[in-house]
């Protein structure tokens, strides 16, 4: 069975850096092909893509949030972490990891956590 | 970037009434080595996470009811419910996978006239 799940603080303030987990089960990020990703979604509003690591440690980033952004796994927990710095109220929004389907190019998703809600507020 | 453009933003169809959501992407998501199109469709209802429907433009992900389907080709897809259901109620988004940053269209929301 595949799970995943996202932890992080609910509240940030403004220019601090939030820390976003991953954490998973029922699949290996050292198996080739796996990979997870992080899309967001603020109240009300449209998907967007984030970032995607992979399972040889090669990393995909929103070009608009790179600067911010830094994606890292953790093989032996389980885990891949999301940190991005510089808060603003704009990135107020529920944060989800996903897993993208097993295989070469296949950059799509078929499972994802249940998402957990970041506000941005003084 | 893939700017995946999505019409209409809402609509509402009848139950058992066909219903179809547009998806035009900027550029080809077509892969000419496996002539194989980088293009899904996703489900999410409120206060849950998207679901995956459709994958490879046409291909329905496992348990996915068959009046989903998906068509297109190049830059041009879509969703069609075959007939509407009630538990069909939720937002419709496209996601091209074809080439990084891997894109989502702003969504279309699905409702019961």
């Known amino acids: 069975q595949i799970t995943l799940k996202e932890s992080g603080p609910t509240l940030v303030k403004p220019t601090q850096t939030l820390t976003l987990t991953c954490t998973f089960s029922g699949f290996s990020l050292t198996t080739s092909g796996v990979g997870l990703g992080w899309i967001r979604q603020p109240p009300g509003k449209a998907l967007e893509w984030l970032a995607l690591i992979y399972w040889d440690d090669d990393k995909r980033y929103s070009p608009s949030l790179k600067s911010r952004l830094t994606i890292t796994k953790d093989t032996s927990k389980s885990q891949v972490v999301l940190t991005m710095t510089n808060m603003d109220p704009v990135d107020t929004a529920t944060y989800y990891c996903?897993?993208?389907?097993?295989?070469?190019?296949?950059?799509?998703?078929?499972?994802w956590g249940q998402g957990t809600l970041v506000t941005v507020s003084p | 970037d893939i700017v995946m453009t999505q019409s209409p933003d809402s609509l509402a169809v009848s139950l058992g009434e066909r219903a179809t959501i547009n998806c035009k992407s900027s550029?080809?998501?077509?892969?000419?080595?496996?002539?194989?199109?980088?293009l899904a469709w996703y489900q999410q209802k409120p206060r849950h996470p998207p679901k995956l429907l459709i994958y490879?433009?046409?291909t329905r992900e496992s348990g996915v009811p068959d009046r989903f389907s998906g068509s297109g080709s190049g830059t041009d897809f879509t969703l069609t419910i075959s007939s509407l259901q009630a538990e069909d109620v939720a937002v419709y988004y496209c996601?091209?996978?074809?080439?990084?940053?891997?894109?989502f269209g702003q969504g279309t929301k699905l409702e019961i006239k």
């Open positions: 550029q080809s998501v077509l892969y000419s080595s496996n002539n194989k199109t980088y």
């Open positions: 996903a897993r993208k389907k097993v295989g070469v190019r296949l950059n799509y998703f078929d499972y």
């Open positions: 996601h091209q996978y074809y080439s990084s940053p891997f894109t």
């Open positions: 490879w433009a046409s």
